[in-house]
């Protein structure tokens, strides 16, 4: 029986629809005690003193930590696999207190009491005497000369980075034609629903257990250790299900301070809960870029040279550091093909919140520059802005020199020809007669590319184990987390598949616990059907392989000429069956002689990647005296290799396309420019788009096969946030002539630059 | 669990009142989607509450003999859009408050609080300022009323005092019959935003083209809710036209007095309020039976 | 100290119990009746995590003091499958793949239901207003809103997926 390709409901559905799913905060631990961070109320400068006595002294207070309680070492937070290469180890550049404050809300001291609100009360009575700088809060202002170091000995940058391929001023001097533009993209936050919380204690053997919303159990577990300054493996991390990641719980953020505390109330259950207004700013935001873009074309449309020059405002700590504005510099080569090409990017510290990984790793500021600068490009030339794309994009074949990641599938170009059928793109566009009246039509469309996993920037290591159970059944358990993109669904049809089982036999141990579940560095970078997916189909392999050999000692028909179908073992050449799956997997526990458990533990260390691709076909309205813009109809296209659960697969870019908008048109964190207080914290002054802001969302796929891959699938949690942005600019140019440069595309904005055109 | 101090139910408005002289610090509760996000946020603490949640007698919505259309200060948002009364004379009332929040919001909040919190962008503000609507306000020495208009002092502040209590809010029925309106409510979100700006219009018509009668308030267009008494004037009696039209979002944006903040600049919001004040007139005359 | 007793039915059950004054009916579901499938995700009435229904209306339980439940009848989506057998609304959640994380989706549920029973007739903008104070990150509420208009009987006017 066939699995992979089916839509099989989510495995987890059942448990979901009935409120049955477990998450952090739905389990109860006697005696729990409460933490509460207290938080500056500068973002720039030095606590002088600080009196926690009257704190202390509160009822029901257990115990008040500051910054000189807490272990002296600084440690990194990034989601990312551990390097034995020091130059290439995260940046660890924060206590788990500090006395030094970088950004508004930073986390000075912390109180553990019985409940919440008397910690709430207890942090009132916490008096603090600041030094205070002024706050930096622009790439600008912290790259002047004058400016303090928020890090001290790092001038405010955490690294710069360039790349250079072929004769770049050549290039540009053979250029017919020259075009630069600037873009800036926003600060956002992911606004996963369930906010950041963990709690922590001590078990009976000395364990620092920690229960975490977390998309890295393992990865945790190491920071735990490096944090605490303990050996790794006394922490044990354990994930239930989340709610919801994107990037944000890819970094660890409250888990090492609660380890710690634990370990101060002699390992009484502490748990920190973020508030929404925590998550906001004390969790990870997507970085605030700018981009510089220059473009070198000749008569032909042919792009001859491309420069780029970023700046990502990374907040008060490194995190990720400079990954993500370096990701920007791989993807900036893939998308387009030129004779020479140079990039360059800088990270650079601010007294903002903490920027991190938020799904699509900094591909979604630099596409919306990119195919922003490529529309305004073609139409400047009076060129076809779709026949541009396609006449300047790699093919199937190219190989990235510096990577050396290979396109061995593409399927982009049909990918825009669907997306063109859908939209009506032709018919619209002959019809079109030019707007003048108050509310204004238009088209737009980008197109997209993007890895699979890290590799080879980073180690892909994942991790899958199977139990042939007595009964048939089996048991999977994968390193890799759920965090509800459906992976365990998928992974149970991976198994079932290869195996040659139906689904019904296989069930999925969804939660991760270091000390039990295999390792594998966790869920980000769209990586799982492809790496950890890899895992579980060798794992599968081998108890097919196992099972085969088992019954080849039971029946005496070599297990070359046998196969598994349907949970039957049968003859190859008929199908013709021999005996059943239960049958060998209830001998291989009890047969007096032979009797020896099938199982498979297995890890894939993937060496490969894989580039998924795809576009947005967009028709916008823009309500021009309200300078409001609505989507009326959108497209998103993709080529993510062979689908394994089709409706899952549009669910992920529903949700992708829908964080998109949000990017593109409503969201931003702001703050006040004197103080880096944050302006709007919540989720009624962040505008996360609500049902009645949502537009239909078209989905399709052009489905290629990657011969990489388990299943010939490739990349897409993060790839359907990437291109709406840049569509919906583009669209919005083709309604009113105004180009935008800057995301979110609000009210407030288009009003301003539709004076500045002198259409209001 | 919130920042608590002492909690007290009262049975009715004098119960209430009772409770609130001998307690300076005491606050009344409602809905509670007020007074417990403000606790939430740490702006208020040790909160010594008075819960009028449970009263009765203050979510009645009926229609007096005279026509004057009573709403209790504690109806739920919900129980006035709902309301045959409210859908029937006075239906733009209706569509305001349920533009609140989003559901569940506008099941618990209730339009008094809506209006004590003395907030410009309130969605029922300025369709009350339309109305005319008077408020009943209870205290130790008996009733008293006052128009809504004279009960906004300034931002948050409100002609209220400590011991007092607004119970119904009124609207008479000349100010309702033979009245249509319009309420737009402008926010970045169709849903769960507070107002960049309110704005509506109330239309009485004659014959079809003429205009009797015009009212014009809005939200966010100054500290408090307002009328543009001035363009009312300038309006009533008139023929519809289109430039007529124009006009209004003229003469509106003389009046107003809105500020730049980080939810939008005082620029956009006078663009809003020419053009909103056009669209809800426009759609206020088409409702009030107006052939363009 | 702060106590107060109080009767309501939770899930067709009475009990009787002292809350403390300062707690949310959030607070009291989660923590003494172990209802986890009531979620929070902001406390303030933004998000719809800890929707259910009070007399068969909506309400956001971390804006509901606990003590005003008294007289009550309290629906969770732990008391929504009967004997094993998802109700109608959850089914339609499962099988229109509404659920990603999973984490919004028991105030969802409860909204559709108080919809469906309601008895009433609701247009496609309808709906979308009816569950417009629940947010969820994962899903851009597209399976959502086909899940809720197949519970409320409007499968025919669902929007065509392209494959
Ligand atoms: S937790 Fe109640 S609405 Fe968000
Ligand atoms: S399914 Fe994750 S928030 Fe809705």
Not at chain 1, 200 to 219: A, C, F, L, M, R
Request: hydrophobic share 40%.
């Amino acid at each position: 029986m066939q699995s992979v390709g089916k839509n099989f409901p989510r495995i987890d559905g059942f448990a979901k629809v009935c409120g049955k799913a477990k998450y952090v905060d739905d389990f109860f631990e006697k005696d729990m005690l409460y933490a509460k961070i207290y938080r500056s109320t500068i973002a720039n400068g030095w606590v002088k003193k600080i009196d926690i006595s009257k704190a202390k002294a509160m009822p029901g207070v257990e115990a008040v930590i500051t910054f000189e309680d807490v272990p002296k070492h600084m440690f990194p937070t990034a989601g990312h696999p551990y390097s034995k290469d020091p130059e290439h180890q995260d940046v660890a550049d924060r206590n788990l207190l500090t006395q030094r404050v970088r950004l508004y809300g930073d986390e000075i001291a912390a109180v553990i009491a019985v409940d919440e609100l008397t910690a709430e009360k207890a942090l009132r009575l916490i008096e603090v005497e600041y030094e205070e700088y002024l706050p930096i809060l622009t790439v600008e202002d912290s790259l002047k000369e004058e400016a303090i170091e928020i890090h001290e000995g790092t001038k405010n940058i955490i690294k710069t980075t360039d790349f250079s391929l072929g004769e770049l001023e050549e290039a540009f001097a053979e250029s017919d034609y020259i075009f630069e533009d600037e873009f800036i993209t926003s600060m956002v936050q992911h606004c996963a629903m369930e906010n950041h919380s963990a709690y922590s204690y001590i078990d009976e053997n000395g364990k620092i257990v920690v229960v975490s919303s977390t998309q890295i159990p393992h990865i945790c577990r190491r920071i735990i250790g490096q944090a605490l300054g303990i050996p790794w493996g006394r922490a044990r991390v354990i994930k239930p299900y989340i709610g919801g990641g994107f990037g944000s719980k890819q970094d660890i953020v409250v888990e090492p301070l609660v380890a710690f505390m634990t370990t101060v109330v002699h390992g009484k259950p502490v748990k920190l809960e973020f508030t929404r207004e925590e998550t906001f700013i004390a969790s990870r935001v997507r970085h605030a870029f700018k981009f510089k873009f220059k473009t070198g074309v000749n008569k032909e449309g042919k792009i001859i040279a491309r420069e780029l020059t970023a700046i990502s405002n990374n907040g008060a700590y490194a995190s990720h550091g400079h990954s993500i504005a370096s990701n920007c510099l791989t993807k900036f080569r893939h998308l387009y093909d030129q004779k020479a090409i140079r990039g360059e990017a800088t990270t650079v510290y601010t007294n903002l919140p903490t920027a991190g990984a938020m799904r699509g790793y900094g591909i979604p500021q630099i596409t919306f520059g990119l195919e922003s600068h490529m529309e305004d490009i073609a139409r400047e030339l009076k060129l076809d802005p779709i026949e541009f794309r396609l006449k300047n994009s790699n093919q199937e074949g190219y190989i990235d020199p510096l990577s050396g990641i290979c396109a061995r599938s593409n399927g982009l170009a049909e990918c825009v020809a669907t997306g063109k059928d859908l939209i009506g793109w032709d018919r619209k566009k002959t019809n079109k007669s030019k707007d003048t009246g108050a509310k204004r039509r238009g088209l737009g469309m980008a197109c997209f590319c993007y890895k699979t996993g890290t590799y080879p920037f980073g180690l892909e290591l994942a991790g899958a184990r199977i139990v042939l159970n007595q009964d048939g059944s089996i048991q999977l358990q994968v390193g890799a987390t759920e965090i509800g993109q459906g992976s365990d669904t998928v992974f149970a049809q991976m198994a079932a598949e290869t195996i040659g089982i139906s689904i019904e036999m296989v069930s999925v141990v969804s939660s991760q616990d270091t000390d039990i579940t295999p390792f594998d560095t966790g869920s980000y970078a769209s990586r799982q059907t492809y790496v950890s997916g890899m895992a579980v189909k060798k794992a599968a392999e081998e108890i097919r392989m196992k099972v085969l050999n088992y019954a080849w000692g039971m029946t005496d028909i070599p297990a070359s000429a046998l196969t598994i179908i349907d949970g039957w073992i049968a003859y190859i050449h008929n199908g013709e069956r021999v005996l059943s799956l239960a049958d060998v997997a209830l001998d291989s526990y009890y047969d007096t002689v032979f009797a020896a458990p099938i199982t498979a533990d297995v890890t894939n260390n993937a060496r490969t990647n894989a580039l998924a691709y795809g576009c947005t076909f967009v028709e916008i309205e823009v309500d021009m005296p309200t300078a409001k813009v609505e989507v009326l109809e959108i497209y998103n296209v993709h080529d993510a290799g062979r689908l394994i659960n089709p409706k899952l697969a549009h669910a992920q870019v529903h949700g992708g396309v829908s964080m998109a908008l949000g990017y593109a048109l409503y969201e931003q964190m702001l703050f006040d420019c004197k103080t880096g207080r944050p302006l709007n914290s919540n989720l009624l002054d962040y505008k996360l788009m609500t049902t009645l802001d949502t537009p239909e969302i078209g989905t399709a796929f052009i489905e290629t096969y990657e011969p990489t891959a388990p299943y010939g699938n490739k990349a897409l949690g993060e790839p359907p946030a990437i291109s709406p942005a840049p569509a919906i600019r583009n669209a919005i140019y083709d309604a009113t002539g105004v180009k935008i440069y800057e995301v979110p595309m609000n009210p407030q904005r288009l009003f301003e630059k539709f004076k500045e055109t002198g259409l209001l | 669990m919130y920042d608590i101090a002492k909690y007290e139910e009262a049975g009715s408005v004098q119960e209430a009142i009772e409770l609130l002289l001998v307690n300076p610090n005491a606050m009344l509760i409602s809905g509670g989607s007020d007074v417990l996000i403000k606790l939430h946020e740490g702006k208020i603490h040790d909160a010594q509450l008075i819960s009028i949640h449970g009263i009765a007698e203050l979510k009645g919505i009926f229609l007096k003999e005279d026509g004057t259309i009573v709403i209790g200060s504690g109806a739920s948002f919900s129980q006035v859009s709902k309301h045959p009364i409210v859908q029937q004379y006075i239906p733009v009332l209706g569509e305001a408050v349920d533009m609140v929040g989003g559901p569940q919001i506008r099941n618990i909040g209730s339009i008094g609080g809506n209006i004590c919190n003395g907030v410009t962008s309130a969605d029922s503000a300025s369709t009350l300022f339309a109305f005319n609507a008077k408020l009943e306000i209870q205290g130790p020495d008996g009733v008293r009323y006052i128009p809504i208009a004279d009960f906004y002092k300034g931002p948050g502040k409100v002609d209220l005092r400590h011991e007092e209590i607004l119970t119904t809010i009124l609207i008479a029925p000349e100010d309702y019959q033979g009245y249509s309106g319009h309420y737009i409510k402008y926010a970045m979100r169709n849903a769960m935003d507070i107002a960049t700006l309110g704005c509506v219009v109330l239309c009485n018509v004659e014959g079809g083209k003429k205009i009797k009668d015009f009212r014009l308030a809005l939200g966010v267009a100054a500290p408090i809710p307002m009328r543009c008494k001035g363009t009312e004037e300038q309006v009533k009696g008139r023929i519809f036209t289109e430039a007529l039209l124009e006009e209004v979002g003229k003469m509106a944006i003389e009046e107003v007095n809105p500020r730049t903040s980080w939810r939008a600049s005082k620029e956009f919001r006078i663009q809003l309020i020419q053009e909103l004040s056009k669209r809800a007139f426009r759609q206020a005359f088409i409702n009030a039976g107006g052939e363009l | 100290m702060l106590v107060k007793k109080i009767t309501f039915k939770v899930n067709g059950k009475e009990v009787t119990i002292e809350v403390d004054i300062r707690e949310s009916l959030l607070d009291v579901l989660r923590n003494k009746f172990h209802l986890t499938g009531v979620k929070k995700g902001c406390s303030v009435g933004e998000c719809g995590a800890c929707t259910v229904l009070i007399d068969n209306m909506a309400f956001d339980t971390c804006i509901y003091l606990a003590v005003w439940a008294d007289g009550k009848e309290i629906r969770t989506i732990e008391g929504e499958a009967k004997d094993g057998k998802l109700s109608k609304v959850q089914q339609a959640f499962l099988d229109e793949t509404a659920v990603q994380c999973g984490f919004c989706t028991p105030g969802f549920v409860m909204s559709t239901t108080e919809m469906l029973e309601s008895g009433k007739n609701f247009s496609r903008e309808q709906i979308k207003k009816e569950l417009s104070g629940h947010m969820c990150r994962c899903t851009g509420y597209h399976n959502i809103m086909l899940a809720a208009e197949k519970a409320l009987g409007r499968e025919d006017k669902q929007a065509v997926q392209i494959d």
